[in-house]
Nanobody
Framework: QVQLVESGGGLVQAGGSLRLSCAAS????????MGWFRQAPGKEREFVAA????????NYADSVKGRFTISRDNAKNTVYLQTNSLKPEDTAVYYC?????????????????????WGQGTQVTVSS
């Protein structure tokens, strides 16, 4: 079992930045591939970014590429999502998720079903 707790969300003006954190706990917490997803009101949850269990491989949705950066600190069992140049369309609840153990992001890392554990989410609101 892996427990995930997100933090760092808030209200920010367009063009601003936020750093989201996802603290993982559990015996295998540091060995899972991790992802960030988001869900805006009335829309489906969508993939944002993913990182391999070693941190050596990352992937991003086209809509955030060049603006968001995913990283991890396995010593702290924490995954981060640095969000820069935020736009009103980035407004959503952001969720982190834990996927397969020791994965180098081969497979459907952009799909909800690839992940086994989810956090409760943190709200990001970007004002224009």
């Amino acid at each position: 079992q892996v427990q995930l707790v997100e933090s760092g969300g808030g209200l920010v003006q367009a063009g601003g930045s936020l750093r989201l954190s996802c603290a993982a706990s559990g015996r295998t917490a540091s060995s899972h591939a991790m992802g960030w997803f988001r869900q805006a009101p009335g829309k489906e949850r969508e993939f944002v970014a993913a990182i391999s269990w070693t941190g050596g491989s990352t992937n991003y949705a086209d809509s955030v590429k060049g603006r968001f950066t995913i990283s991890r600190d396995n010593a702290k069992n924490t995954v981060y999502l640095q969000t820069n140049s935020l736009k009103p369309e980035d407004t959503a609840v952001y969720y982190c998720a834990a996927g397969p153990r020791m994965s180098q992001l081969r497979g459907s890392y952009y799909s909800l079903g690839w992940y086994d554990y989810w956090g409760q989410g943190t709200q990001v609101t970007v004002s224009s």
